[in-house]
């Protein structure tokens, strides 16, 4: 049964009061497999993600976990999947010992496991420390060491790194990195950060407004339409809808939405930067900004959406 | 249900109560509110209405002397009952201005509160200006070697201080000629029977309404609180998206507050007996099986009322809405006798009232077990109801 998917998303709805927060959303996650769903606030990633772990039921559509669905499987489903919610806060005066004592009883496990997560996580220090006295990364590795518990088929992680330094975000990171190299689990999280998704999934679902804008690996996302290469500027006047229209005469040009700055994707920048400097300059034109670089995921969602990942 | 499942469902409710007790005890705040702060108030209250004032009655003494000559006093040394006693038992003040000098006993009497005496000695004229002024009460005065009184019989005032001073006076004969169809006559033995023992006093009263209102409080805050703001701290999400079992989350969290609530009843009752000698004069079965049935009740509502709610605010309210009606009507610290006759069959059916009449009949009015059980069931009921509606709607997430 190797190809049986561990996650089978298929064609699945929510809408809340007045908002159509998942519009139709299908796929599947086989074992093994690392896969971020990307996109900015409000795409309805901690949707999608609570109808995954039977916190939420989609209106329409179905969710299968391990070719089963949640009613009636609660409780061995519950044994299989561990996962952090977007933001949990736990009990204040509560050492981090006692918080994972509490947890791992919920699993019927015991002082031993505690320890070893202890160390995973590198709480070591703090196992005396009430949550509440935790920093913000310390409070995220504890949740994540909770999620970890259950030695998790599935883990599902809602924004795990969110609103963390970048050293916390590292640390998170490397976490994860040796647990994709020493275990099995199929990993799914949820980010705004490209980097995230980039380092940390093979496979990247980009998600918006309720729906997959595109999917794959990292380089089939980024190498496809024309190039791996983007030159981002801004030129001085900008808005003028005659400058516009001469440089997109020439070039292939996504603007982002409030139209100041201009992407052009590119495989050559050796040729094609030349070009664009001469066309601004028989047009007059005075740049403001100007950046080359590899594409990245952010540039791919502007050029879809007209809009950056992380405002 | 096999072995190995069983002990696993141990382990959690052990947990789950482990964690939350943890959770409350570590609050100094708790601590304070819930076990200190009602034996700071029985005390403050039980002292300030339990002790009575002292008593201060004044009384005309005649001198017999003032009116005869210094000398024949002086010659016949024949001093006199009144003086005699005075000058021995009182403390004697000298009167200043050139007022007559003051004497003064104090009987001390645990039981009735303290009464003062303050003899002052005058004329029957200067005497019977003053009684008519309601200075005094009574006037003391001695003929062949025998104490008259002289006072109104109508006067409830003057004849306690009559009987007092009878008393002190002539401390081998009753003031009136007691006859008992049981004991003999001897006068020795009719004391007083004060009606301040044990169980009368306000002390007996507020004690048990202090209980029923610590169980009240602390079910009804610490509990909706715990569940209010796990949820919306999405603790309760986390947990449930767990093995855990749903009804031991809502059992650990009861089971916390009934061993809280003991704590802090039996403190308050040790303290009230350490200081005020209270007592419990039925059932200790019936008083557990009110305490618990009481703890369920509450519990039970403080569950329903906090089962879809996430915002502390809105609990809060609710709270409020249920616990100030019943702190006003169901007698915490006064008798609800005195609102409206209309009302009293409604008042008696609240839960508090129920809870602080039982516990009450049964610390004073010596209730035994089946004396409680009517309470106890409509309690236990209560407690039922409410906490399988809350189950049944309660939001986990
Ligand atoms: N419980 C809810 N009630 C009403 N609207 C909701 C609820 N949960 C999410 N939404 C709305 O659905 C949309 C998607 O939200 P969410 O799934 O949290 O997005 P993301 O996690 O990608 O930021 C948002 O517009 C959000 O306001
Ligand atoms: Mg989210």
Known sequence: MKNEPVIDVRNVHKS??????????????????????????????????????????????????????????????????????????????????????????????????????????????????????????????????IALLNNPQILLLDEPTTGLDP??????????????????????????????????????????????????????????????????????????????????????????????????????????????????????????????????LDDVFTSMTGRRLSE | MNKADRWIHQKQLIQLISAHFKEVTRQPAVIFWGIIFPILMALGLGIAFTRQPDIVRHVAVIEENADKSAEIAENEKTESLIDHFLETHASKTAGSDGRPPQYKITL???????????????????????????????????????????????NTDAHFSYLKLSKIFNPNSAPYEVTSDQETPDQKSVSVRPLTVPGTRYIDFLVPGLMAMGIMMSCMWGMSYGMIDKRAKKLLRRMVATPMKKSYFLISLMTVRIAMNLIECTLLFFVAWLVFNITIQGSVAGLLAIFLAGNIAFGGIAIFISCRTDN?????????????????????????????????????????????????????????????????AVLLSIGICFFSVGLRFFRWH
């Not at chain 1, 040729?271 to 300059?281: A, G, I, T, Y």
């Not at chain 2, 809405?321 to 009507?329: Q, S």
């Open chain 1, 16 to 145: 809340f009061k007045n908002v159509y927060a998942v519009k139709g959303i299908d796929f599947k996650i086989f074992k093994g497999q690392s896969v971020a769903l990307l996109g900015p606030n409000g795409a309805g990633k901690t949707t999608l993600m609570e109808m995954i772990e039977g916190i939420q039921k989609p209106d329409t559509g179905d969710i299968f976990i391990n070719g089963r669905k949640w009613k009636g499987n609660e409780r061995d489903l519950h044994r299989i999947i561990g996962l952090s919610l977007q933001e949990t806060r736990f009990i204040d005066r509560l050492t981090v010992t006692e918080t994972l004592k509490l947890f791992a009883a919920f699993y019927e496990l015991g002082q031993a496991r505690v320890d070893e997560i202890t160390r995973i996580i590198g709480l070591d220090e703090k196992t005396r420390s009430y949550v509440v006295n935790l920093s913000g990364g310390q409070r995220q590795r504890l949740a994540l060491g």
């Open chain 2, 312 to 376: 502390t605010e809105i609990g809060n309210g609710l709270v409020n809405a249920v616990v100030m009606p019943m702190m006003v009507l169901s007698g915490v610290f006064f008798s609800y006798h005195n609102f409206p006759d209309w009302s009293i069959p409604f008042i008696q059916k609240l839960p508090l009232t129920l809870l602080t009449d039982g516990l009450r009949s049964i610390f004073i009015e010596g209730a035994g077990f089946a004396g409680v059980m009517f309470p106890t």
């Open chain 2, 108 to 154: 001390t009497d645990e039981k009735l509160g303290n009464t003062t005496f303050i003899f002052t000695k005058t004329d029957w004229r200067h005497a019977m200006v003053r009684l008519k002024r309601g200075n005094i009460g009574i006037i003391m005065d001695e003929k062949n070697g025998r104490i008259q009184y002289h006072f109104d019989p109508s």
């Open chain 1, 167 to 296: 050293n916390a975000r590292r640390e998170i990171w490397s976490i994860l990195g040796s647990l994709k190299k020493h275990s099995q689990t199929s990993l799914v999280l949820t980010t705004h950060y490209m980097e995230e998704a980039e380092r940390l999934c093979e496979r990247i679902i980009i998600i918006d407004k309720g729906q997959i804008l595109k999917q794959g690996t990292l380089a089939q996302l980024v190498e496809e339409n024309n190039g791996d290469k983007v030159i981002e500027f801004a030129i001085e006047e900008s808005g003028t809808a005659i400058h516009r229209q001469r440089l997109e005469s020439e070039f292939q040009i996504v603007w982002d939405d409030n139209g100041d700055k201009g992407f052009i994707t590119l495989s050559r920048i050796e040729n094609q930067l030349p070009e664009f400097l001469n066309v601004l300059n028989r047009n007059n034109l005075r740049l403001r900004h100007l950046e080359c670089r590899r594409k990245t």
